[in-house]
């Protein structure tokens, strides 16, 4: 069956930084576009950074443009997260997913994504 498992979260203080990762089975990744959502205590899940099929096209959110960023590596079936200059409002437990889709486009709406991580905890200290 397909799985999505999650890592690289942890504590960490203001400006500093943490990659999480993401390893997929169980389904062809290279056909999937990924994205990175996250969910802050109290509050709904957000969208947080897109990726293509390819890794040519990637999409992010405006609280974390510049800070954050997606890449993937097809051979190793896995989208990383690069969060650099890390805030206190970035705390969140994050989740990747994956989408089945046809062409090498980028998928920002929650109810696109077919598959999802059981996500991995990022705590920033102020």
């Known amino acids: 069956q397909v799985q999505l498992v999650e890592s690289g979260g942890g504590l960490v203080q203001a400006g500093g930084s943490l990659r999480l990762s993401c390893e997929a089975s169980?389904?062809?990744?290279?056909?999937?576009?990924m994205g990175w959502f996250r969910q802050a205590p109290g509050k709904e899940r957000e969208f947080v950074a897109a990726?293509?099929?390819?890794?040519?096209?990637?999409y992010y959110a405006d609280s974390v443009k510049g800070r954050f960023t997606i890449s993937r590596d097809n051979a190793k079936n896995t989208v990383y997260l690069q969060m650099n200059s890390l805030k206190p409002e970035d705390t969140a437990v994050y989740y990747c997913?994956?989408?089945?889709?046809?062409?090498?486009?980028?998928?920002?709406?929650?109810?696109?994504?077919?598959?999802w991580g059981q996500g991995t905890q990022v705590t920033v200290s102020s």
């Open positions: 997913a994956a989408d089945r889709i046809f062409g090498d486009t980028i998928v920002t709406k929650q109810t696109m994504y077919d598959y």
């Open positions: 990726i293509s099929r390819s890794g040519g096209r990637t």
């Open positions: 169980g389904l062809t990744f290279s056909t999937y576009a």
